[in-house]
């Protein structure tokens, strides 16, 4: 065993030098969305009629009219062959947590001539063999077929490759029994169960202008970036994406010098090139910095709805993964990639907007728009209330586990922090208007204007997991990696849920005491802010009496992954899916054993890496420094000579016993997995003997890393892969 290939690849990133890879100068606003079949190319290409009806069901995700479906599809055919492509692909997103596409030609025969050919079906309907994809026992394979359908939301976009480009049309992906096997399909139906729910509370407000609602979604990105000579001599890193062993760096995030600081110019080569690309593809990414632990940066769109920045925010890791292997970096999504310093994390700005663009979690000037945004202000708080266990299984994976809770994150206690003005009209509303205290300023519903809310950026409120960030929810503990669907799936239908139960309540209100909207409001609003007031905190959500009062309310804390999915089953989340449409218990079933079986998985990746990491790295370097530290022993005359060698040698073949006997005991734990009866009992071992093992054999391991010769470890340190770019 040696360092040579270490050493060398750290020559290698040496030598390396930022590239320049853009030539074009264009403004972003000229160039935004041309790799799509924009509104503007399909201005351009689509009768008038046909444009109209094209235009409605792309900006506001209404069904389309299949009556347009062939002009569409001619349209697109010829946009796409006049930009050099050859093939389609319905781009959909099953439940393996990335995308999927299979790529078709647009050849075809007529008569005996070959042209280039796509209709309307092909471009609505697709059958990809589903058989290989994940879904949890709805589908056996003896009937595999599945069908993708496509979402005009997304406007079908242009991947370019060394030699071609495909045509990329974004779908939804469905057994075909109708069953949803991907993240798209429940995505786009809990849209329209918000959709329907607000639709119907603002008419009982007399907005009868307001025919649809949208959610929109603006995901901040934050990912690694690290050298990919030295990323090719990690094995960890290579099957799972993050690291299983590494001592801590002697500089790690301390100095807090990474923060915010000057982006180095390899990074920024890909940073550009990465947003380059993406103005190309319409998408609006917007900031980019340097986050806080060292190698770790961040971006950010500007918000659209749900279900395009869904997509596009895949498109995002995508063209990040390959534009930094470009510039021999190499881009890690992981959560945790590496033990002792800050994981990466997805925050997912969240509101509602009208169709006329009104965001309805937007303090208004008056009164009646202040009655408005209470509720849907409150509807969505008594949401994380009633659902804050399902909310925090939507992002519980086996690399989460690691961040949520690890004061770099929020903890696994699901709270909404409101700030302390919004609070405080609140608490006066709960109390019916009457004056509180010191403070002069009554809250009548209806009557007075609420204060212009403050943007809180405190450090309490960087701590909460669902934070008001003064016109929108930030939920702060999706993964780094995840498809945001389904915590937005999530959100959304409790929100749908709410919505439904304030719009009841104060209808009831309205008809008994035969009174108005905004009176019934009045009503309606402190029972329901006694009712969520719970979930609320505003304090330090990393502090521990938090945990101790958190479970004096009653609020979950779900910590790990088996743990938390458990939510996914309860009755009540069961009945709120199929209540709203969104997933049928069988649907339910199948994404709780789909998810439970990938934490098995990946757990069982992480546990074979480590064995073979330990046996055929850190064993053979550890016996290597032994034998020379034999024959330094050998070598001194006296026992008093040789003792400081004796000890040493002590401290390696304690070690080194540790990682022999943990290899073992983690081999043992892997056997036992198979005992288990079912995927439920299979996690739960992972969890509580296989992680433990994993963690026993780390200790060892990194012991080692830190003791033997430098000269003679396999694997590259943290010290290197993490300052060096
Ligand atoms: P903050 O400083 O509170 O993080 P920013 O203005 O930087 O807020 O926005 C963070 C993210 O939130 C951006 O992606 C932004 O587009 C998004 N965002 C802003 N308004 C909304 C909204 N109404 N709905 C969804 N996302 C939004
Ligand atoms: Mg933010």
């Known amino acids: ?63 389309l009219d299949t009556s347009i479906a062939p002009v569409v599809a001619h349209a697109m055919k010829e946009w796409a062959i ?53 879904s949890g026992g709805i589908r056996a394979t ?44 429940p995505l786009l139906r809990s849209i329209e169960a918000v959709s329907a729910a607000a639709v119907r509370l603002l008419k009982v407000l007399g907005r009868t202008d307001v025919h649809r609602v949208s959610c929109t979604v603006g995901p901040e990105q934050e990912y690694f970036l690290i050298d990919r000579a030295l990323y090719a001599l990690r ?51 917007k900031t980019r910095h340097n986050e806080v632990a060292p190698g770790q940066y ?4 500007i ?12 498109i995002l890791l995508e063209a990040f993964r390959k534009i930094a292997a470009r510039h021999d970096l190499t881009f890690l999504d992981h959560e945790k990639p590496f033990a002792g310093i800050n994981g990466s994390g997805k925050h997912n700005n969240w509101s509602m907007a009208t169709d006329g663009g009104e965001n309805l979690l937007e303090p208004g000037h008056t009164p009646a728009e202040n009655v408005q945004f209470l509720l849907f202000l409150a509807a969505t708080v ?89 016109n929108k929810f930030e939920f702060r503990a999706v993964g780094s990696s995840m498809n945001i669907s389904w915590s937005n799936v999530v959100i959304n239908t ?17 008809k008994q005491q035969k009174v108005d909207a905004v009176k019934a409001a009045a009503r309606v609003m402190p029972k329901l802010i006694a009712e969520f007031k719970p979930v609320v905190f505003n304090g330090d959500n990393y502090a521990s009496a938090w945990h101790e009062e958190a479970a004096k309310r009653g609020l979950a804390n779900d910590r790990d992954t088996p743990t938390a999915l458990k939510h996914l089953l309860r009755p009540e989340t069961v009945k709120m899916f199929e209540t709203y449409k969104v997933l049928s218990a069988k649907e339910i079933e199948s994404r709780y054993t789909v998810k439970l079986e990938s934490y098995c998985k990946r757990v069982a990746i992480e546990a074979r890496v480590a064995i073979e990491m330990a046996r055929t790295g850190a064993v053979p370097a550890a016996l290597s420094y032994l034998k020379r530290i034999t024959a330094v022993r050998a070598a001194l005359s006296s026992a008093a000579a040789a003792e400081p060698v004796t000890d040493l040698e002590r401290v390696v073949l304690d070690l080194f016993t540790r990682t022999q006997k943990g290899v073992k005991k983690l081999e043992e734990s892997l056997r036992g997995a198979h005992g288990a009866s079912g995927v439920a009992a299979e996690a739960e071992h992972f969890r509580t003997v296989v992680i433990p093992a994993m963690l026993e054999l780390r200790a060892a391991v990194d012991g080692l890393e830190q003791t033997i010769d430098d000269d003679l470890w396999p694997y590259p340190k943290y010290r290197e892969m993490l300052f060096h770019a």
């Not at 370019?160 to 069953?179: D, H, Q, R």
Request: include cysteine; aromatic fraction near 8%; proline fraction near 7%.
């Open 298 to 301: 961040e971006c950010a769109p």
């Open 494 to 510: 409790m929100v749908a849920e709410s919505l439904t139960y304030v719009t009841d309540q104060l209808e009831a209100a309205m």
């Open 82 to 134: 006049d930009n050099g492509v050859t093939h389609f692909t319905h781009w959909f997103q099953p439940m393996t947590g990335i995308t999927a596409e299979k790529h078709d030609s647009f050849l075809s025969y007529e008569g005996a001539e070959v042209i280039e050919r796509f209709n309307a079906k092909e471009l609505v309907q697709g059958e990809p063999d589903a058989s290989s994809f994940p």
């Open 382 to 470: 008594r949401a994380v209330h009633r659902h804050g266990g399902l909310l925090r299984s939507s992002v519980a994976t086996a690399a989460n586990d690691h961040r949520l809770g690890a004061n770099e994150a929020p903890p696994a206690i699901m709270s909404v922090f409101l700030g302390e003005e919004l609070q405080d009209v609140l608490d006066q509303i709960e109390k019916g208007g009457a004056p509180t205290g010191d403070r002069r300023r009554t809250m009548e519903l209806g009557v007075t204007t609420i204060p212009a809310i403050a943007r809180d950026t405190t450090d309490r409120n960087r701590t909460s997991p669902f934070a008001f960030t003064g």
């Open 142 to 185: 003896f009937e595999a077929r599945g069908y993708t359908a496509w979402d005009p939301a997304t406007p079908a976009f242009l991947m370019p490759n060394p030699n071609g480009k495909t045509l990329c049309i974004p779908t939804a992906f469905v057994s075909y029994t109708g069953e949803s096997l991907d993240e798209k399909t």
């Open 1 to 63: 065993m040696s360092s040579k290939p270490r050493f060398a690849a750290l020559a290698v990133v040496a030598s390396r030098r930022p590239q320049k890879t853009i030539e074009d100068r264009r403004p972003q606003s000229e160039r935004f969305g041309e790799m799509t079949f924009s509104l503007k190319e399909a201005q351009h290409r689509l009768p008038k009629e046909a444009f109209k009806k094209y235009r409605e069901t792309a900006t506001s995700g209404t069904p």
């Open 303 to 314: 918000f659209e709805i749900v279900n395009r920045a869904a997509d596009h925010n895949l």
């Open 235 to 285: 094995p960890d890193l290579v099957a799972c994406g993050r690291t299983v062993f590494g001592a801590p760096s002697p500089k790690g995030q301390e100095l807090e010098d990474q923060y915010f600081g000057a982006i180095k110019e390899r990074v920024m080569a890909v940073m550009t090139e990465v947003e380059h690309k993406m103005i190309g593809l319409g998408t609006p990414v």
